[in-house]
Each structure stands twice: as structure tokens, then as C-alpha cells.
């Protein structure tokens, strides 16, 4: 990933301090919830109790769009 590209997923990352008011993000129907990141990439995470933050994986959206039925959509 182009060090530019990983400035901005970890921008947006960050903003999962509070998973609840983060902006882009979906629960998924298997409780996994994704976020998709200024049109080129999507994480996919899970909120844990004490609101932790566990990033499973960080893919394009392109990549993503072949293997959303691993993640429950």
C-alpha cells in the first residue's frame, strides 16, 4: 500500500475510537462491521465489549467485493 494510501486508512481508522459514531460504517449480518474508506479500500472489524476495536482485515474495495460472503453480506 502507497504510504499516502496508508495515511489515510489510518486517519480514518483512528476514527473508530468510538465505533459508534464513526462515519461509513456497517453492521455486517454476521455482526462484523465494515467501513469503506475514501472509495478505494474497506476495513472489516469487530466491536468487542468495552467498545475495543479488532481490525480483521484492511483490503481494496475491488478485493473486498470478491470476498464479502466470508464476511456475512
Do not use: W
Not at 459514531?21 to 465494515?34: F, I, K, S, W, Y
Not at 472489524?45 to 464476511?71: C, Q, W
Request: aromatic share 8%; net charge positive; charged share 30%.
Amino acid at each position: 500500500m502507497p504510504e499516502k494510501d496508508r495515511r489515510i486508512v489510518k486517519q480514518h481508522l483512528l476514527k473508530l475510537e468510538d465505533p459508534y459514531t464513526a462515519p461509513d460504517v456497517e453492521l455486517l449480518q454476521n455482526g462484523h462491521c465494515r467501513m469503506h474508506i475514501a472509495h478505494t479500500y474497506t476495513a472489516f472489524f469487530d466491536v468487542l465489549p468495552g467498545s475495543i476495536v479488532n481490525i480483521l482485515e484492511v483490503m481494496t474495495i475491488e478485493e473486498a467485493h470478491k470476498r464479502y460472503k466470508r464476511f456475512g453480506k
